[in-house]
């Protein structure tokens, strides 16, 4: 039986991120894909023009939808817009019998919030607990460790601290570091480094939720977490040094990869 899998994300209509991303990835990975939308945007490579947030019960609805006829293996998060919607997801994900990977998407690669500031305490609190894994770069990682982020000492402290609220394990990923593109595993209180060589490119519209899809559709045929890592991690690194240089700005990376 085909594994399944599902994105409770943001859209973006450009196709690089949120769930259109995450769906192309998954069908890369041979996982039948599915997608509660939390919120629209209005955006493109050259930046993000508006965000509407969904109403809670409109992502409930979804939710209860999917759930009731076709539960997924794994599932993950992206943009969740506001604290109703967060609370509401993170209602339903106290039920998940399946991992969940938790992206803490906060803000585009152009720099538009999507999450409000007022979110981030119920995002630790209410939702990070029911997470097999955290994936925050490194500004969300300052964001919710409280510290700055600007090296592999202190991916691993803010690593330490962010596992401090719940979740099973947190990837730092340290993609804006200088040198490898090196990212950061904290799971039973060890640590283990994932590097793949930097690639010079502006073309890296996406790659956040690309990589946590990658993930959980790994996670969703049943692979372990390393093992879901380390491939996605491949993945990554080839969707992005192939990428196909579309639009006029921050172009997407190549979900053929």
């Known amino acids: 039986m085909i594994p399944t899998a599902l994105s409770i994300a943001g859209s973006d209509p450009s196709g690089g991120a949120g769930i259109q991303a995450d769906l192309k990835t998954f069908h890369q990975h041979k996982v039948y894909g599915m997608a509660v939308i939390t919120l629209l945007t209005a955006q493109n490579t050259r930046g993000v023009q508006t965000v509407y947030v969904m109403k809670p019960v409109q992502v409930i609805r979804q939710l209860e939808s999917v759930l009731a006829d076709m539960p997924p293996q ?15 997801v993170a209602g339903c994900a106290r039920k998940f019998r399946f991992p969940l990977v938790v992206d803490p998407v906060m803000v585009s690669k152009h720099g538009a919030p999507l999450l409000k500031r007022n979110a981030i305490r119920v995002f630790i609190k209410e939702l990070m607990p029911y997470a097999v894994l955290v994936t925050p770069n ?28 719940g979740p099973q394990a947190v990837l730092v990923k340290g993609g804006h570091l200088q040198g490898e593109a090196v990212d950061l595993l904290f799971r039973r209180g060890q640590i283990q480094v994932f590097k793949a060589p930097r690639i010079r490119t502006r073309h890296t519209h996406g790659t956040g939720c690309t990589y946590s899809a990658a993930i959980t559709a790994e996670l969703a045929k049943g692979k372990d977490l390393f093992f879901a890592i380390t491939s996605a991690k491949k993945f990554i690194t080839r969707a992005i040094g192939t990428n196909p240089g579309l639009g006029k700005g921050m172009g997407p990376v190549n979900h053929f990869a």
């Open 74 to 88: 794994a599932a993950k998060t992206g943009a969740l817009g506001d604290e109703k919607v967060l609370r509401a």
């Open 138 to 165: 490194l500004c969300e990682a300052e964001v919710l460790s409280g510290i700055k982020v600007r090296s592999l000492e202190s991916m691993e402290k803010a690593a330490r601290i962010i596992a401090g609220f």
